[in-house]
């Protein structure tokens, strides 16, 4: 799938491609990260390729970051439209001020007021909430980020980092009210990080927001640097962020993706994110890189198409135990069906039910 095969966020009829430029380390600000002119040439390929959707927020790179994105494309009328520029609020810029950050109604708007300087634009495509913030109720944030659409500001609206639940309760309360609602989903997610199946992903499923994963090669770990022949030699520069998974189980999911691989002519980290690119619910997949390089080696998963069993070998490598109430829904077929087939589904009667002739008490 090229870049310009372009898919619907959700349920919206925003079109993004396949694969989103992520801008978070776009700049040097904090002692890592990409050069500007580096940054720009990332973008320049993106866009070559084909790429509409570029992901910011207001604190990467203490905002040096929407900087960037701005002098290259916000300002630049004729470019500013063909792209899909997504940025976050939430993050707080201004240490000592309670309301430097949040999602209350004075932070939103001033938050979004300093992105739109930032980005030298006049409009924000997609706005995300970037972590939920327990302090302010649910509607204040969703009524401030409707007058927001309303004043023509934003034109969509995306969650971030925020229970299953709290964004159920949002969009609920929007949809009662006439209000705008989320119609994107940022969360971690990775052949290394599935708990989120556990909620997240069918609650997007059900509901039809549009996954953007981030993270999807566990902060490199996918990236194919770091295998089992090299475990005891190759550094990170993401100390804990990497270490704690180099173990015997990434290891044994690592040799399966370069077995794969090899099959497909490709990357490890394209073969990681055509996995994912799999998923229900993925809309587009948030890719970062320091180097143009990376961006090359990563940007190559849109070419690759694994087969049903490359799939669930995978899967099966890295699937999660789910607890309550998951693991008493497994048992419903045999409670709830009385041993018949039900949607193609068929299950032995549970031992908790009477047997044929019987009768309850």
Not at 3 to 30: H, I, K, N, W
Not at 118 to 132: A, E, F, V
Not at 302 to 317: E, K, S
Not at 333 to 349: E, K
Request: glycine share 10%; with cysteine; aromatic share 8%.
């Amino acid at each position: 799938m090229p870049l310009d095969q372009y898919v619907t966020l959700g349920r919206s009829g925003l079109r993004v491609s396949p694969l989103c430029l992520g801008a978070m380390t776009f700049g040097e600000d904090l002692g890592w990260g990409t050069s500007v002119e580096e940054s720009q040439q990332i973008i320049d390929r993106y866009l070559e390729l084909g790429g509409n959707f570029i992901d910011t927020a207001n604190f990467y790179t203490r905002s040096h970051s929407e900087k960037i994105i701005g002098d290259h494309i916000g300002r630049h009328p004729e470019r500013r439209d063909r792209v899909v520029i997504a940025t976050k609020f939430s993050g707080n810029l201004y240490p000592g001020d309670p309301n430097g950050g949040g999602s209350g109604r004075k932070s939103v708007i001033k938050a979004c007021e300093n992105s739109l300087r930032r980005l030298q634009t006049d409009y924000i495509d997609l706005y995300w909430l970037h972590i939920w913030d327990q302090n302010t109720p649910i509607e204040e944030t969703m009524a401030a980020l409707d007058d927001l659409v309303r004043a023509g500001k934003v034109r969509y609206l995306g969650v971030s980092d925020t229970p299953a639940w709290k964004i159920v309760e949002a969009n609920l309360i929007a949809r009662f009210r006439g209000w705008s609602s989320f119609v994107g989903l940022q969360i971690e997610y990775s052949l290394l990080e599935r708990t989120v199946e556990q909620e997240l992903v069918p609650m997007a499923a059900e509901f039809g927001l549009g996954i953007t994963p981030w993270s999807p090669l566990k902060s490199g770990v996918l990236s194919g640097k770091y295998t089992r022949t090299n475990a005891d030699r190759q550094e990170s520069g993401r100390g804990a962020m990497v270490d704690a998974f180099l173990n015997e189980e990434t290891y044994a999911l690592i040799d399966e993706l370069e077995v794969i691989a090899r099959a497909h002519d490709t990357a490890v980290s394209s073969v990681a994110l055509a996995w994912l690119q799999a998923q229900r619910a993925v809309t587009s997949i948030i890719i970062g890189a320091r180097r143009l390089s990376q961006f090359d080696e990563n940007v190559r998963a849109v070419d690759v198409n694994l087969t049903a069993d490359d799939i669930a070998r995978l899967d099966a490598l890295t699937r999660p135990a789910f607890g309550f109430p998951q693991s008493m829904i497994e048992m419903a077929p045999g409670i709830i069906n009385g041993g018949t087939s039900v949607n193609g589904v068929s299950a032995p009667i549970s031992e908790y039910v009477m047997p044929a002739g019987g009768r309850p008490y």
